[in-house]
């Protein structure tokens, strides 16, 4: 064999072997993503199951809570000490639904539950207005896309957002 022949082979073999690493390397890429973005989904739930635990426990709050997200008894934010626990309240829902969309933009997160977190953030848009937890402020970016979301016609308002608005309207 001429030393010509051997070097090409050789040549060949290594390409070879570099593309047979690149296709496993891409396969390991491939599965460490899935593996990331299902440690960020369990870390999400597990801080949405505490947050509803430690919520769970707080029987005043529960009652309050309840009394204003399902039985739509929004007079209660005229109380001060009801209006700060629900702001407190609020801006870590805030934070975990600002999260999302930064997960989101950096492909840490499905669209799925990025959309659903962008339909809880539009519904809770005006409460967040009424207790001045400005999103513009905040984070500008995810403050358009939530306008741009708001206005697409994948959205539709909830109806504890209609109520709320209506609350606030017969408020003056």
Same mark, same amino acid.
């Given at each position: 064999?001429?030393?010509?022949? /051997?070097?090409?082979? @050789?040549?060949?073999?290594?390409?070879?072997?570099?593309?047979?690493?690149?296709? /496993?390397?891409?396969?390991?890429?491939?599965?460490?993503? *899935?593996?990331?973005?299902? %440690?960020?989904?369990?870390?999400?739930?597990?801080?949405?199951?505490?947050?509803? @635990?430690?919520?769970?426990?707080?029987?005043?709050?529960? +009652?309050? &809570?309840?009394?204003?997200?399902?039985?739509?008894?929004?007079?209660?934010?005229?109380?001060? +000490?009801?209006?700060?626990?629900?702001?407190?309240?609020?801006?870590?829902?805030? &934070?975990?639904?600002?999260?999302?969309?930064?997960?989101?933009?950096?492909?840490?997160?499905? &669209?799925?539950? &990025?959309?659903?977190?962008?339909?809880?953030?539009?519904?809770?848009?005006?409460? $967040?207005? /009424?207790?001045?937890?400005?999103?513009?402020?905040?984070?500008?970016? $995810?403050?358009? +896309?939530?306008?741009? /979301?708001?206005?697409?016609?994948?959205?539709?308002?909830?109806? $504890?957002? %209609?109520?709320?608005?209506?609350?606030?309207? @017969? *408020?003056?």
């Amino acid at each position: 064999m001429k030393t010509n022949t /051997f070097i090409t082979l @050789s040549t060949a073999t290594a390409n070879i072997g570099v593309l047979i690493g690149l296709i /496993f390397l891409l396969f390991e890429l491939k599965q460490t993503r *899935r593996i990331a973005l299902s %440690e960020i989904r369990q870390e999400r739930v597990s801080g949405i199951i505490d947050q509803c @635990s430690a919520n769970a426990r707080d029987a005043a709050f529960s +009652e309050m &809570y309840h009394r204003v997200f399902v039985d739509a008894e929004f007079s209660l934010l005229e109380n001060v +000490e009801i209006k700060g626990q629900l702001l407190q309240h609020e801006f870590a829902r805030f &934070y975990r639904l600002e999260d999302s969309y930064f997960q989101h933009t950096v492909g840490l997160m499905d &669209y799925a539950p &990025y959309r659903l977190s962008m339909e809880m953030a539009a519904n809770r848009q005006p409460l $967040w207005d /009424f207790l001045d937890l400005d999103t513009k402020i905040r984070n500008s970016e $995810w403050a358009k +896309e939530l306008d741009a /979301f708001k206005s697409s016609p994948n959205y539709s308002p909830s109806d $504890w957002k %209609e109520k709320f608005i209506a609350w606030e309207k @017969s *408020r003056g």
